[in-house]
């Protein structure tokens, strides 16, 4: 089942002399479940695509569809809710709350939409994430890879549709950053999460089910790892 179909998407950014093209007429389609690595050189237009993807910037051309909703046909308050409910999304530096405990970081998402946090389900996400003994910490009192795990956490509350990481691991050593992929790994085998990651490491990419290759704005090759 399709859950990702992306249009002749395009982004430049500013105008005349000074505009960069970023991203020129990508189409690509993602199913339920799938774990698509996203690669290429820096400056390629992975981010640029990812934040299309996740409804955070406006494209110049093209259409996304997430779940079959036509993303950027939704007013910004609209768009905003869509996101919240049905993307996850994880960046390199964690983007968490500062004055808010683990707990709250992760609930958040909910509580903004004004739902209970179901606690049975919180309970067996945050065992699965290891962040039992850590509820109440602030996000200062954890390590990196704890901090990225609450953002794992926040992601996966909605049960959104995808996921989207940029870098997620980019800022971790190599024992937090196996224990993230696994982690990420885990929920997208176990749920059937859809899981988009861009990475630079060859070892993430070479994990997942796909790997796209993005270069000088275009989609240079799609390649399905594991059918
Ligand atoms: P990658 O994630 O592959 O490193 P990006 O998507 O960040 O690449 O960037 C693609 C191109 O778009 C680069 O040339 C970058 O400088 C440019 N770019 C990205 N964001 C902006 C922005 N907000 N304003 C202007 N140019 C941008």
């Known amino acids: 089942m399709e859950i990702l179909r992306v249009e002749h998407l395009a982004k430049i950014y500013g105008k005349g002399e000074q505009a960069v093209h970023a991203l020129n007429d990508v189409s690509f389609s993602v199913n339920k479940g799938e774990f698509v690595a996203i690669i290429g050189p820096s400056g390629s237009g992975k981010s640029t695509l990812l934040h299309m993807l996740g409804g955070v910037d406006n494209p110049s051309k093209g259409k996304v569809f997430v779940d079959n909703?036509?993303?950027?046909?939704?007013?910004?308050?609209?768009?905003?809710?869509?996101?919240?409910?049905?993307?996850?999304?994880?960046?390199?530096?964690?983007?968490?709350?500062?004055?808010?405990?683990?707990?709250?970081?992760?609930?958040?998402?909910?509580?903004?939409?004004?739902?209970?946090?179901n606690q049975k389900e919180l309970?067996?996400?945050v065992k699965t994430l290891n962040l039992e003994e850590r509820l109440d910490h602030l996000p200062n009192q954890l390590s990196g890879g704890q901090q990225q795990r609450v953002s794992i956490g926040r992601s996966l509350i909605n049960h959104p549709s995808i996921i989207l990481a940029d870098e997620p691991t980019g800022n971790l050593d190599s024992k937090n950053s196996k224990e993230i992929m696994d982690m990420l790994i885990l929920f997208n085998k176990l749920y059937k999460q859809t899981l988009i990651v861009i990475t630079h490491d060859e070892r993430i990419a070479l994990?997942?089910?796909?790997?796209?290759t993005i270069e000088d704005g275009l989609l240079a090759k799609d390649e399905v790892i594991r059918p």
Do not use: S
Not at 82 to 108: H, K, S
């Open 69 to 117: 909703t036509d993303m950027y046909t939704l007013n910004e308050t609209q768009l905003a809710v869509f996101r919240r409910r049905q993307i996850g999304l994880i960046y390199q530096f964690y983007n968490l709350i500062p004055v808010l405990t683990v707990e709250e970081n992760i609930t958040l998402p909910l509580l903004l939409d004004g739902h209970k946090v």
């Open 123 to 125: 309970q067996d996400i």
């Open 207 to 212: 994990q997942a089910d796909r790997i796209i």
